[in-house]
């Protein structure tokens, strides 16, 4: 006797979700307008399975790591494979590879430029301590306002 472990069926509100994963249901929207969510509908409501759940769960990991929506729809296509997910998964896998790459060449990158810049700045510190040492910046004068503390967005 074959055991089923599918989830039971249970709907979700678009509301549901905007609370659990914290996004707007303009989002959503947003996501269902580019073929990457289709709800079911009961009346005007949208209706979202588990299936629904896992892929908005799936787009928004995909864009947390830089992955267009383009990126994310070729996974989600791969879903219904009946390949236990082998598929979708090495196609997940190769991008997962290619933004390790892409990340890790933009750190290089930012390392260098943060370097360039410390160079910099402590020769002209050093020129303008021996000139105009009233114009050198005060302790903490360069720290970010906390307005400016960049979170991630869901959209």
Request: charged share 35%.
């Amino acid at each position: 006797m074959a055991l089923d472990l599918r989830r039971p069926e249970r709907a979700f509100t678009i509301r549901q979700l905007c609370l659990e994963f914290k996004c707007t249901p303009r989002a959503l929207r947003f996501y269902e307008d580019k073929g990457l969510l289709a709800p079911a509908r009961q009346g005007l409501n949208r209706v979202y399975s588990y299936k629904d759940r896992a892929q908005l769960q799936l787009i928004l990991r995909g864009k947390r790591v830089g992955l267009s929506l383009a990126e994310i729809r070729e996974i989600l296509q791969l879903y219904d494979k009946e390949d236990g997910g082998a598929a979708q998964n090495a196609k997940a896998l190769r991008r997962f590879k290619e933004r390790i790459i892409a990340f890790e060449q933009r750190r290089e990158d930012i390392d260098l430029a943060i370097a360039e810049l410390r160079e910099a700045s402590e020769r002209l510190e050093n020129l303008l301590a021996k000139v105009r040492p009233d114009l050198l910046p005060g302790d903490g004068e360069f720290l970010p306002p906390p307005h400016t503390v960049a979170y991630p967005r869901h959209v």
